[in-house]
């Protein structure tokens, strides 16, 4: 079903957008760092950050399916209702739940980062930046959707 898509829903789907093609390229730098078997120097600052560590640890795959992969996905969904299935009426919940869902995913990565770890990667903690600026405006989206914000 088809809503009518003012010009503030339509500004902040296109951020929606943006966003998550920035989390797309961000997640395929991460892939190709996963894959990697050189030593990247960009992304490592003394011990506390390094990406290698991190993009190749046990934790950077899930059933043999790379983290940065499922993020590429997860950045793919997000365009994709931000995009084609903007004018939906049901799309600002599903992004708002797509957003909900990739932020508890990037927070249990940074636990892992923090906690079990003990090292940080710079094109993660980009990744969970990006994220909560998703999870953000599909949160203004989804309340303005339901009429309990004059945005």
Request: glycine share 10%.
């Amino acid at each position: 079903m088809r809503a009518t898509v003012s010009p503030l829903v339509h500004r902040l789907m296109s951020m929606v957008a943006i966003l998550a093609v920035a989390g797309i390229m961000v997640s395929s730098v991460s892939l190709q760092h996963h894959y990697a078997t050189s030593k990247t120097q960009y992304c490592e600052f003394g011990q506390a950050f390094n990406c290698d560590i991190v993009n190749r640890s046990e934790y950077s795959s899930i059933f043999g399916i790379p983290v940065a992969l499922i993020g590429m996905l997860g950045y793919g969904a997000l365009v994709g209702l931000a995009t084609v299935y903007r004018e939906r009426r049901d799309t600002p919940l599903f992004l708002f739940l797509g957003a909900i869902a990739g932020l508890g995913f990037a927070l249990y990565l940074t636990y892992v980062e923090a906690r079990v770890l003990g090292v940080w990667c710079i094109l993660c903690l980009s990744s969970l930046a990006l994220i909560t600026g998703i999870t953000g405006v599909s949160i203004a989206l989804w309340r303005k959707s339901r009429g309990e914000a004059d945005l």
